[in-house]
Each structure stands twice: as C-alpha cells, then as structure tokens.
C-alpha cells in the first residue's frame, strides 16, 4: 500500500496544520519490497521491482495522481530485479540498474514515448547487485558505485553505453550513500564492506574522474540517509552498526 501525506500550502498555517494528514492511497497492483521509485518528467511516479510473493519481480507500474489516484501496469522490465537503484534522465527517460537478479542486463532504461524497456550492457564481469547507488551528474551522465562491484561506471544516455571508469573501489561496497555536492561532486559516505559496516567517506569528482578519501564519518553505517543542506553540508543520519541514534 502506498500512503500520501497531505499539504495545503495555500492555506493559512493554522488550517495547514490542520489538514496535514497521513491517509492511504490507492493500493499497488503487485505488492512488492525492496522496489524503487522515481518522479517522471510529467509527475507520474514509476514504481519498479522489488520483492514480491514470489521473489524478485520485473513488473512494473506507474501512479497518477489526478484526475483519480491509480495505479497503472505498464511494460515488465528485462528481469525481474530487487534492490536496485534507479534515476531520472535529463531526457525524461529512467534508468534502473542492478539489483538481484537472474539472467538480466547490468541496467535498462525505460523510454514513456514508446512505453518500452532498453538493455544497457556493462563490460564487466558481474552484476552489481544490490546496494547499489546511481546518481545524476551535471553532465546528464550517471555515476554508478558499489554493489557487489569494485568498479564504477558511467552511463551515458547520448550513446546509450555503460563507460567503466578507470577510478576504481578499494572494496565493493553496499548500502551506502552519494550526494551531489554543489560543485558537481559527490560524496560517497558509509556502507558495507565484506559484510560490516564502515565509516569510509570519498568525494568522487567527474571532471578530473579520480575518488579522493576525505574525513571519515564519526561512527560506521550503513543503510542510512544523506542530504544535501541549503548551506552545502551534508546532513547523515540513521543507519545500522551503532549510529542509528546519532546524526552528524
């Protein structure tokens, strides 16, 4: 089940504070965990993936949000796919990428003017798996890190390709996070390596394509959240391995 949460901007504060509200939405066609989801270019949200009854899923569906709330199958992925990661394209496409899997292509992107599915193959040798992350550059590329992958690749939507970047992990690394700084950069901060849970930070920068370490978190994380401030810090909170309590 998908739940809203309801804001009134134009009200007064007093009848704001009033009508904020948590109330159900309409109910997914395929229930699912481990999905991703992402706002189209139209306001339309595509939910892909996850974990259904019956294992990892490749369907896939869209919510619209007027003139009636619903939620409408469209095309299956290439395979089904669970913890992925998945990003929005400067050209209205999605890529979504990763995961677990069996038998799918590294990424494929999906395209709403012909309502269908693209493989994107990668030179490498693997899956990336899950805990993943794809973030969009200022350059409409996007940077693909971590998983069950040391190297990190750029996908480009004018070619279509996966580049593999020459920079590369000292370790695979999962769940943690990347932030798009304000200059372009981005942060690389926490995660998992070789199952535990680790304080690493590293800001990767896509002019020069290097990975530089920068000071490590107070505590090890993993599965927590990042985000970007309005005065350009980083704001880390939540997370497993002892930090759960703690922000920084």
């Given at each position: 089940?998908?739940?809203?949460?309801?804001?009134?901007?134009?009200?007064?504060?007093?009848?704001?504070?009033?009508?904020l509200?948590?109330?159900?939405?309409?109910?997914l066609?395929?229930?699912?965990?481990?999905?991703?989801?992402?706002?189209?270019?139209?306001?339309?949200?595509?939910?892909?993936?996850?974990?259904?009854?019956?294992?990892?899923?490749?369907?896939?569906?869209?919510?619209?949000a007027?003139?009636?709330?619903?939620?409408?199958?469209?095309?299956?992925?290439?395979a089904?796919?669970?913890?992925?990661?998945?990003?929005?394209?400067?050209?209205?496409r999605?890529?979504?990428?990763?995961?677990?899997?069996?038998?799918?292509?590294?990424?494929?992107?999906?395209?709403?003017t012909?309502?269908?599915?693209?493989?994107?193959?990668?030179?490498?040798?693997?899956?990336?798996?899950?805990?993943?992350?794809?973030?969009?550059l200022?350059?409409?590329?996007?940077?693909?890190?971590?998983g069950?992958?040391?190297?990190?690749?750029?996908?480009?939507?004018?070619?279509?390709?996966l580049?593999?970047?020459?920079?590369?992990?000292?370790?695979?690394r999962q769940?943690?996070?990347?932030?798009l700084?304000?200059?372009?950069?981005?942060?690389?901060?926490?995660?998992?390596?070789?199952?535990?849970?680790?304080?690493?930070?590293?800001?990767?920068?896509?002019?020069?394509?290097?990975?530089?370490?920068?000071?490590?978190?107070?505590g090890?994380?993993s599965?927590?959240?990042?985000?970007?401030?309005?005065?350009?810090r980083?704001?880390?909170?939540?997370?497993?391995?002892?930090?759960?309590?703690?922000?920084?």
């Open positions: 089940m998908f739940v809203l949460f309801l804001l009134a901007l134009a009200l007064p504060l007093r009848a704001q504070n009033e009508i509200r948590w109330r159900p939405a309409a109910a066609a395929t229930a699912r965990s481990n999905a991703c989801a992402v706002r189209m270019a139209d306001g339309r949200v595509l939910v892909t993936g996850g974990t259904g009854n019956d294992g990892p899923t490749n369907s896939a569906e869209l919510f619209h007027a003139p009636e709330e619903k939620f409408e199958a469209v095309a299956p992925m290439l089904p796919r669970t913890g992925h990661a998945c990003v929005l394209l400067g050209d209205g999605v890529l979504v990428a990763g995961g677990e899997s069996s038998g799918a292509p590294a990424a494929e992107v999906y395209d709403p012909i309502q269908e599915w693209i493989g994107v193959a990668s030179t490498l040798p693997a899956n990336r798996g899950a805990g993943l992350s794809a973030t969009l200022p350059d409409g590329r996007v940077l693909l890190v971590g069950a992958l040391a190297g990190i690749e750029a996908y480009d939507p004018d070619t279509g390709e580049q593999v970047l020459t920079v590369r992990l000292t370790a695979p769940r943690h996070t990347a932030t700084l304000a200059d372009g950069r981005v942060l690389l901060a926490g995660g998992m390596v070789d199952g535990k849970s680790v304080g690493i930070a590293e800001i990767f920068d896509a002019a020069t394509s290097t990975l530089t370490a920068t000071a490590s978190l107070a090890e994380r599965s927590h959240t990042a985000t970007l401030l309005s005065d350009t980083v704001l880390i909170a939540g997370g497993s391995a002892g930090s759960e309590e703690r922000a920084e």
